[in-house]
């Protein structure tokens, strides 16, 4: 009887989720690399950009440790 009890407010509580659409929708994932073109410190994205889309990646971000990162989806 707990195990039904438990399983209808879990499903009710997914109900409920979803109608307030507090479920994220999962998007493709991001594959991600340091960028080997890009050297010294990181502090401006469109560089970084420009240096990724050299290594034929669509998008590069300065990542906190001031490294260049390029990213595209997986």
């Not at 009887?1 to 998007?27: H, I, R, T």
């Not at 889309?53 to 906190?64: D, F, I, Q």
Request: glycine share 6%; proline share 4%; hydrophobic share 40%.
């Amino acid at each position: 009887m707990e195990k039904k009890l438990f399983g209808l407010l879990l499903l009710l509580l997914f109900l409920f989720a979803s109608e307030m659409n507090m479920v994220a929708e999962v998007e493709g994932a991001t594959c991600r690399k340091p960028s080997k073109f890009f050297s010294g410190a990181c502090f401006s994205d469109l560089n970084c950009q420009k240096a990724c889309n050299r290594e034929s990646w669509p998008t590069g971000k300065c990542l906190v440790g001031f490294k260049c990162e390029c990213q595209r989806p997986c």
